[in-house]
T-cell receptor, first 114, second 115 residues
C-alpha cells in the first residue's frame, strides 16, 4: 500500500515570498490533515478536511495560510506571504473516515524562511 | 486549553538500559491516548494506543505504556532499549468531545541510545 506522498521534501524561501506544498493521501482516505511541526515542538493541526470540505481550521492563520482539496483527493497548502516564524516541517496525514487510530503521516516538507 | 506535556526533552541511555518517558495531559474527560515514534529521516509512526480496557497497553518493538487516569498520565516504557530505538517519541491525546482525529501532541522526547 502506497503511503502519504508529499512534495517538495525541502523548500528554502525568503520572507514575504509565497510557497505551496502538495499532498496526496492514501487511496480511499477521505480525511486529510495538515500539521505544522516547529523545531522542538510536537505537530500542531492546521486544518482537517473530510473529502473536500473543511472540518476544522481553527488553528490555521488565515491571513497568510490557505489550503484546498478541490476534488477530495490531493491537497495543497499555501503560505503567502511567508514569515520567519513559518519555518517548520509541514506534515500531511490521512485516515479512513476520520479514524484517528488509523492515521498515517507523510514524510513532510521542511520549510526554511530566510 | 487541552495540553500534553512530555517531561524530558532529551534522554540518553546505554543499550540494555530500561526506558521510561513521561507524558501528562490536562483534559479531564474521556480521552484516547497515543505514542508515536519518528526514526531519523522517517515519518511519524504509531507505536501504541489506548482507547479503553486494560490500562497497560503493549505496542510494537517491545514498548508498552500505562494509562493512570488519576494522574492524567500515559508513560511509555521499555525494559531494555536497543540502539535502533534511537528516535523522537511523541505522546498525543484525542479528547472524545472532539471526534474526527484532532490530536494534541506533546513537544516530543528525543531518545539517544549509545551502543
Amino acid at each position: 500500500e502506497a503511503g502519504v506522498a508529499q512534495s517538495p521534501r525541502y523548500k528554502i524561501i525568503e520572507k514575504r515570498q509565497s510557497v505551496a506544498f502538495w499532498c496526496n493521501p492514501i487511496s480511499g482516505h477521505a480525511t486529510l490533515y495538515w500539521y505544522q511541526q516547529i523545531l522542538g515542538q510536537g505537530p500542531k493541526l492546521l486544518i482537517q478536511f473530510q473529502n473536500n470540505g473543511v472540518v476544522d481550521d481553527s488553528q490555521l492563520p488565515k491571513d497568510r495560510f490557505s489550503a484546498e482539496r478541490l476534488k477530495g483527493v490531493d491537497s495543497t497548502l499555501k503560505i503567502q506571504p511567508a514569515k520567519l516564524e513559518d519555518s517548520a516541517v509541514y506534515l500531511c496525514a490521512s485516515s479512513l473516515g476520520g479514524r484517528i487510530e488509523k492515521l498515517f503521516f507523510g514524510s513532510g516538507t521542511q520549510l526554511s524562511v530566510l | 486549553a487541552q495540553s500534553v506535556s512530555q517531561h524530558n526533552h532529551h534522554v540518553i541511555l546505554s543499550e540494555a538500559a530500561s526506558l521510561e518517558l513521561g507524558c501528562n495531559y490536562s483534559y479531564g474527560g474521556t480521552v484516547n491516548l497515543f505514542w508515536y515514534v519518528q526514526y531519523p529521516g522517517q515519518h511519524l509512526q504509531l507505536l501504541l494506543k489506548y482507547f479503553s480496557g486494560d490500562p497497560l497497553v503493549k505496542g510494537i518493538k517491545g514498548f508498552e505504556a500505562e494509562f493512570i487516569k488519576s494522574k492524567f498520565s500515559f508513560n511509555l516504557r521499555k525494559p531494555s532499549v536497543q540502539w535502533s530505538d534511537t528516535a523522537e517519541y511523541f505522546c498525543a491525546v484525542n479528547a472524545l468531545y472532539n471526534q474526527g482525529g484532532k490530536l494534541i501532541f506533546g513537544q516530543g522526547t528525543e531518545l539517544s541510545v549509545k551502543p
